[in-house]
Each structure stands twice: as structure tokens, then as C-alpha cells.
């Protein structure tokens, strides 16, 4: 079976301030979805995308984002 991309994005707050990163997450069809994804701490957000490329694509659109509006950090 075919593997699915997943763009995520995860955020954490320090002494008031958020910060968030997107990144690309791998789905192996074999592996459980749910349990896979309730391990990654402080997720937020889950798309599910076509290609490993589109999910690189949303996920550098996003970073780009979260660093012109200042909230930009790795969890």
C-alpha cells in the first residue's frame, strides 16, 4: 500500500507567548493513524495530503507564516 503525508503543526507556549512549527509526517498504511498521531505532543493541526511534495509545499507555506508573524519556535 501506498504511504500518506500528513502536514502537522504543533505549538507550545513560553512564559505567554505561543510559538508554532509545521512539519511532514509520514502514515504507514500498516500502523495505527490514531496512535501515531496522539503520541506527537502539543498537536494542532492535521492535513492529510496526496504527495510527500504537497505536504513539503503546505509545510514551508506555513513555517513561512508562523516566522512573519513571530511565532515561530520548534517544540
Not at 6 to 19: D, F, P, Q, R, S
Not at 20 to 49: D, E, M
Amino acid at each position: 500500500m501506498k504511504n500518506t503525508y500528513l502536514a502537522i503543526t504543533t505549538h507550545t507556549e513560553v512564559n505567554g507567548k505561543e510559538y508554532n512549527f509545521a512539519s511532514v509526517f509520514k502514515h504507514t498504511p500498516s500502523n495505527n493513524l490514531w496512535s501515531q498521531l496522539h503520541g506527537i505532543r502539543n498537536l494542532s493541526t492535521v492535513n492529510v495530503c496526496e504527495t510527500k511534495k504537497e505536504a513539503h509545499e503546505i509545510v514551508d507555506f506555513w513555517n513561512e507564516c508562523f516566522e512573519k508573524n513571530g511565532t515561530y519556535g520548534i517544540v
